[in-house]
């Protein structure tokens, strides 16, 4: 079992930044891969981006893409989101999961096993 604790939302007028932090405890030798998820009211949870644990390589939505960073820190236990150029259609609970399997691609929901409790991240003048 992993472990998640996602920190950093809030609220931010657009064209802001903001910088989301998931700290990761327990089994995380066994992740394959790190994302980021959100989820806006009335809407299904989305991908956001993703992380090889291994590899470090990342990949995102088009609709973030050019806009936000994953990093993670040295010694790979805190994952980040870094949010430029915000929109209101931003707006959302953002969540971090970790996937223990391996798969070509990391983009759907059900690849992960431990999700994080959410962090509100709104996007308003």
């Known amino acids: 079992q992993v472990q998640l604790v996602e920190s950093g939302g809030g609220l931010v007028q657009p064209g802001g930044s903001l910088r989301l932090s998931c700290a990761a405890s327990?089994?995380?030798?066994?992740?394959?891969?790190m994302g980021w998820f959100r989820q806006a009211p009335g809407k299904d949870r989305e991908f956001v981006g993703v992380?090889?644990?291994?590899?470090?390589?990342?990949y995102y939505a088009d609709s973030v893409k050019g806009r936000f960073t994953i990093s993670r820190d040295n010694a790979g236990n805190t994952m980040y989101l870094q949010m430029n150029s915000l929109k209101r259609e931003d707006t959302a609970v953002y969540y971090c999961?970790?996937?223990?399997?391996?798969?070509?691609?990391?983009?759907?929901?059900?690849?992960?096993?431990?999700w994080g409790q959410g962090t509100q991240v709104t996007v308003s003048s």
């Open positions: 999961a970790a996937a223990s399997a391996y798969y070509l691609l990391y983009r759907d929901t059900y690849k992960y096993d431990n």
């Open positions: 327990g089994r995380t030798d066994r992740t394959y891969a």
């Open positions: 992380m090889s644990r291994t590899t470090s390589s990342t």
